[in-house]
């Protein structure tokens, strides 16, 4: 199979002939329709998640068939279209049992612990906790993004941070995770407010309908003057960085709810003391787990959440890896179809 290898961090990978991979006792083997590129697979192209150990096959948000399947193996068969969670749980903890893989303690993730999907093939593990069937009709681009974007903001703002139709929900950073938040909120007929820089991720932002696009410039006064209320109610940290958090922190209304998916590079620094005096409440979310996915799906079939808008450029495996070492470019969403 073809696919590309990160031999070195921080150097630009490429695109390799490899032996096909041959499933787990308890995993398969699933031909790749499409992937993402994530904003977490940059992270580990520089080397900063420590787990990860060169040479590797980066990608974790993916859509395929599947061709093969181990031994013990129950819930699937060859031709089955799937997705799986970034998170793949081990199928046997007390997390597990108790549906909450996203924070199995023995947890894998493609493209961080094994090979990932940045290839025509990708093995996955613990089949039977952690495969999402998904239609045949569903765009391939679109199926790829439920594995990690999608479904991270929608365990953010719904799960994590209860958001509730008729309110606002502020959104700092819009890459692949605040653009999905922005796409989530309107399903649940709710609205998004969203904080950014760059001005091209803020016309992203209104194209896919949030209700303001504002620059973090305005800071916490202005921005709880433009969310009512005294301050939000709800609100998503997308952008892994620590000048966003303590902003959304302090944007918050009283005993309001910040929710951090975006990943830091380094530790930050929170305002604790409002967290204490108006009694913040801080969270963090990490994915979600396949048995959470139905109420998704269910959102996907009905048409509300039109998931196949959030991707703007589609490229084949040869481009990836200058992607994978290119900046991102603002409110652009990316699919590898190799």
């Known amino acids: 199979m073809r696919a590309v290898v990160i031999e070195e961090f921080g150097v630009e990978p490429t695109v390799v002939d490899r032996p096909d991979p041959v499933p787990a006792p308890d995993g398969v083997v699933v031909a790749v329709e499409a992937t993402g590129l994530c904003a977490s697979d940059r992270f580990a192209w520089r080397g900063h998640d420590a787990g990860v150990v060169t040479p590797f096959v980066p990608g974790h948000e993916l859509v395929g068939r599947v061709v093969a399947v181990g031994a013990e193996v129950r819930g699937a068969r060859p031709g089955d279209r799937v997705i799986t969670p970034f998170v ?98 309107r399903a649940l007929d709710a609205e998004a407010v969203v904080v950014d820089p760059a001005p091209e991720a803020r016309r992203r932002a209104l194209a896919l309908g949030a209700q303001a696009a504002l620059d973090p410039s305005l800071g916490p006064d202005g921005l709880r003057d433009a969310l009512g209320g005294g301050g939000a109610r709800v609100a998503v940290e997308a952008a892994g960085r620590a000048d966003s958090l303590a902003l959304g922190v302090r944007a918050l209304r009283t005993q309001g709810t910040l929710v951090q998916v975006g990943l830091l590079a380094s530790e930050p620094t929170v305002p604790v003391p409002e967290v204490i005096a108006r009694e913040l409440h801080l969270l963090g979310s990490h994915g979600m787990a396949a048995a959470d996915y139905p109420r998704l799906m269910e959102l996907v079939a009905s048409g509300r959440l039109d998931v196949a808008a959030l991707a703007t450029r589609r490229i084949g495996l040869d481009d990836a890896p200058g992607a994978l070492a290119t900046p991102p470019v603002p409110g652009e969403v990316v699919v590898v179809v190799p």
């Open 88 to 185: 793949q749980g081990c199928g046997r903890c007390a997390a597990c049992a108790a549906g909450q893989a996203q924070v199995c303690p023995d947890q894998e993730q493609p493209g961080f612990t094994h090979d990932g999907s940045f290839a025509e093939l990708v093995a996955l593990r613990h089949a039977d906790t952690n495969l999402v069937a998904v239609p045949d009709d569903l765009d391939a681009g679109a199926a790829a993004l439920l594995g990690c974007r999608v479904a991270t903001a929608f365990r953010a703002v719904v799960d994590r941070g209860g958001l509730r139709a008729g309110e606002r929900l502020l959104v700092l950073g819009a890459g692949g995770v605040g653009l999905a938040a922005v796409l989530v909120a």
